[in-house]
């Protein structure tokens, strides 16, 4: 089976160099661009399976890049960008990048970055093959025909919250979801800014959820970011 091919959109050559060095040492596939619009039709013409992309491009910024993806396709992006506040991170998730790596990055964390997404599309591929309401992730199910989860076999006593934020992360397995991601989604616009709710709900959630909260195994917090439901083998 062929690994994804992968479009590096980067315009500084040394650190172009070291990532498409690194896929090919890997058996990974690549289409290179650097430059945003060059990024876009080469996006559009070879249909990759995911994008590699910087944010400080020299003719439009990578934000817009994302914009413009994300407005005809599913095209899992991750970021590779100097940009390391929090702020950046939000922005370039909450405009529909699937995950942000920081420069400098090691090759290691890249190549797991790079795993972390093609399980999540190797589950979506099989999730649209199945045609499955249910969702299994290690010992957790989730039967969302009939509003139920369960852990080891044994029904999860959650609140209409609580499912719901599980539903959400479920559903985007291997994804960073921001937090104004989440509280629109679960609560609506009006608890857009009301981040202390939503961590007394993830908390609560977490208490039902993992077997043992100091060493979570299905949901990730990135500190000032969001959170990722991780794909437990």
Same mark, same amino acid.
């Given at each position: 089976?062929?690994?994804?091919? $992968?479009?590096?959109?980067?315009?500084?050559?040394?650190?172009?160099? %070291? =990532?498409?060095?690194?896929? /090919?040492?890997? !058996? #990974?596939?690549?289409?290179? &661009?650097? /430059?945003?619009?060059?990024? $876009?039709?080469?996006?559009?013409?070879?249909?990759?399976?995911?994008?590699? %992309?910087?944010?400080?491009?020299?003719?439009?910024?990578? @934000?817009?890049? @994302? +914009?413009?993806? *994300?407005?005809?396709?599913?095209?899992? @992006?991750?970021?590779?960008?100097?940009?390391?506040?929090?702020? !950046? /991170? =939000?922005?370039?998730?909450?405009?529909? &990048?699937? !995950?942000?790596?920081?420069?400098?990055?090691?090759?290691?964390?890249?190549?797991?970055?790079?795993?972390?997404?093609?399980?999540?599309?190797? #589950?979506?591929?099989?999730?649209?093959?199945?045609?499955?309401?249910?969702?299994?992730?290690?010992?957790?199910?989730?039967?969302?025909? &009939?509003?139920?989860?369960?852990?080891?076999?044994?029904? %999860? +006593?959650?609140?209409? =919250?609580?499912?719901?934020? %599980?539903?959400?992360?479920?559903?985007?397995?291997? /994804?960073?979801?921001? +937090?104004? #991601?989440?509280?629109?989604?679960?609560?609506?616009?009006?608890?857009?800014? !009301? @981040?202390?709710?939503?961590?007394?709900?993830?908390?609560?959630?977490?208490?039902?959820?993992?077997?043992?909260?100091?060493?979570?195994?299905? $949901?990730?917090? +990135? =500190?000032?970011?969001?959170?990722?439901?991780? *794909?437990?083998?």
């Amino acid at each position: 089976m062929n690994k994804p091919l $992968i479009l590096v959109v980067e315009d500084d050559p040394p650190v172009r160099n %070291l =990532i498409t060095t690194t896929l /090919k040492t890997n !058996d #990974y596939r690549y289409l290179v &661009a650097a /430059k945003g619009e060059e990024a $876009i039709l080469e996006a559009s013409s070879h249909n990759p399976d995911i994008m590699l %992309l910087d944010l400080g491009l020299p003719d439009i910024d990578g @934000i817009e890049v @994302i +914009h413009n993806i *994300r407005s005809w396709s599913n095209l899992p @992006i991750i970021v590779i960008s100097a940009r390391s506040e929090d702020t !950046d /991170k =939000i922005e370039a998730l909450d405009a529909g &990048a699937d !995950d942000y790596l920081t420069k400098p990055f090691s090759v290691e964390e890249l190549l797991a970055r790079l795993r972390v997404t093609q399980r999540r599309l190797s #589950y979506m591929s099989a999730e649209r093959q199945n045609n499955s309401s249910v969702f299994v992730n290690g010992n957790l199910k989730i039967d969302y025909a &009939a509003g139920c989860a369960y852990l080891n076999g044994e029904e %999860l +006593h959650l609140t209409p =919250i609580e499912y719901k934020l %599980l539903c959400l992360l479920s559903k985007n397995v291997g /994804k960073v979801l921001t +937090h104004t #991601y989440i509280t629109q989604n679960i609560w609506g616009r009006s608890w857009e800014n !009301d @981040i202390a709710s939503q961590r007394v709900f993830m908390a609560t959630l977490r208490k039902k959820l993992e077997p043992s909260p100091d060493s979570p195994q299905y $949901i990730q917090t +990135h =500190i000032g970011v969001g959170y990722r439901m991780m *794909r437990v083998e």
